[in-house]
């Protein structure tokens, strides 16, 4: 397959949905968007009256198979580009975007399984794209989803994952770290040993691992998958902020 | 001509000079990691740095040979390519000039080749006449793991994926090879100034 350049577009806002009071996701009509593996990201570039530009890059949360390109945003509480995108944003508005971006974070159905997939807060956005196109595909590839979150307001597609998590080899945990329901029946703290054995699959049935998220998350949960015997060649890591601090 | 993006003012850094932030990229004083894989952790008593390839003989310091070779501590601007910049970075290692005194070569490319299986290429000309350093300290302090110690490649003058973080040696080539994020669609050389982030670019 022939790569397509990686060349600025422009994008049209088609729509907005509220996912949490943090969060939206941003629907979008790129024309010509050459398409792209879950997984990947893009690069948005804004541009200030006064000719300023601020380039950040954004995952995709929407499976390939989409006719919309969507991304997920959360708020960075003194960013410069989130605010902006979560708040002031609306539908019809235009921006620059380039990609699809990235390659060992990316997942396609023929890349069988088994698969653990370890989301920190919005670090699901990536593995969304991931189980969005397991569904399209009618993938029953042995799946097992941890997720991790402050409290329940702050967990991204909850909806759509309890839709999900109804197919066949989808398993879905959660932990909240911060606060929790009452009657809250998933796990309540942050991701340890113990909850890596208890969601599985085991490190002998070689899965393929996926884990996004904040840095110290993500740091912290690949040391515990590789202690547990996971190998290291079959994690893929991709992390975020702080940054701007 | 791009587009104004209705009601974004963003928030340029007032006290930063213009002249030092190569385009598409911000400024931040912390210090993110990136990485595609967990962070590997080799113990020092098996850590040694290897220069091979094109050369007569490769040469191999265990970490305690490579601590006593003449070292600079050097202050730099770093950027990477998913946009960030870090200014005034300070470090202490050997400089790539110094590892590479009495090879005589043919080669015009290197690999830098690490723990964990990462690699990336880079021109000869831009590791040697003092614009590459392999760097065990930060800030005065050893390099921590996640940040690439106990030594990583710094290459200033080019993305910071060029300075490979756990850098266990490197290969002199006569013929370019693609590394890692080079084969998967970043641009070959990555030099900020002319923001080669990807290949096409």
């Known amino acids: ?245 | 001509m791009s587009p104004i993006s209705r009601g974004f003012r963003g928030r340029p850094r007032r006290d930063v000079d213009p002249a030092r932030i190569p385009p598409g990229q911000y400024t931040v004083n912390d210090f993110p990691v990136l990485s595609a894989g967990p962070t590997p952790r080799t113990p020092l008593d098996e850590w040694s740095f290897t220069i091979q390839g094109e050369v007569d003989r490769p040469v191999s310091w265990p970490w305690a040979d490579f601590l006593a070779l003449s070292s600079e501590t050097i202050t730099v601007d770093i950027h990477c390519v998913t946009k960030w910049s870090k200014l005034d970075t300070t470090w202490t290692g050997v400089s790539v000039d110094t590892l590479l005194e009495g090879i005589d070569t043919e080669a015009a490319y290197v690999t830098a080749w690490c723990d964990g299986g990462y690699t990336t290429n880079l021109p000869l000309d831009d590791v040697t006449g003092g614009r590459a350093w392999v760097a065990y300290r930060f800030g005065g302090d050893p390099l921590d793991p996640e940040h690439g110690g106990p030594a990583r490649l710094l290459v200033p003058r080019l993305y910071l994926w060029k300075s490979a973080k756990w850098v266990r040696g490197l290969t002199l080539t006569l013929e370019d090879r693609p590394g890692f994020w080079e084969a998967a669609g970043y641009h070959n050389r990555g030099d900020p100034w002319a923001e080669q982030r990807y290949w096409s670019d």
């Open chain 1, 1 to 245: 397959m022939a790569r397509a350049p990686i060349v600025w577009r422009l994008g049209t806002v088609t729509e907005i949905i509220e996912e949490t009071p943090h969060a939206r996701t941003i629907a979008l009509d790129a024309p010509d968007w050459p398409g792209h593996l879950a997984g990947q990201h893009v690069d948005v570039r804004l541009t200030a009256e006064d000719g300023y530009q601020a380039e950040r890059s954004y995952s995709i949360a929407s499976a390939p198979e989409s006719t919309m390109l969507e991304l997920t945003v959360e708020r960075i509480n003194d960013g410069e580009v989130s605010p902006y995108l979560t708040e002031d944003l609306r539908a019809g508005d235009q921006f620059e975007l380039r990609g699809p971006i990235g390659g060992p974070f990316t997942w396609r159905v023929q890349d069988g399984g088994p698969l653990l997939l370890i989301a920190g807060g919005s670090g699901l956005v990536p593995l969304m794209a991931m189980l969005r196109h397991r569904a399209a595909n009618g993938s029953d590839v042995d799946t097992r989803l941890l997720v991790s979150a402050r409290s329940q307001a702050d967990l991204l597609y909850r909806d759509e994952l309890a839709r999900l998590a109804q197919a066949d080899g989808l398993e879905a945990s959660y932990t909240l770290t911060r606060s929790r329901p009452e009657g809250w029946t998933g796990f309540d703290r942050r991701v340890d040993a113990p909850i890596l054995t208890r969601v599985g699959p085991s490190p002998a049935t070689a899965p393929l691992v996926f884990v996004c998220g904040p840095t110290p998350f993500v740091e912290r949960v690949a040391d515990r998958l590789v202690e547990l015997g996971h190998r290291p060649q079959a994690i893929r890591t991709e992390r975020f902020g702080p940054t701007g601090v």
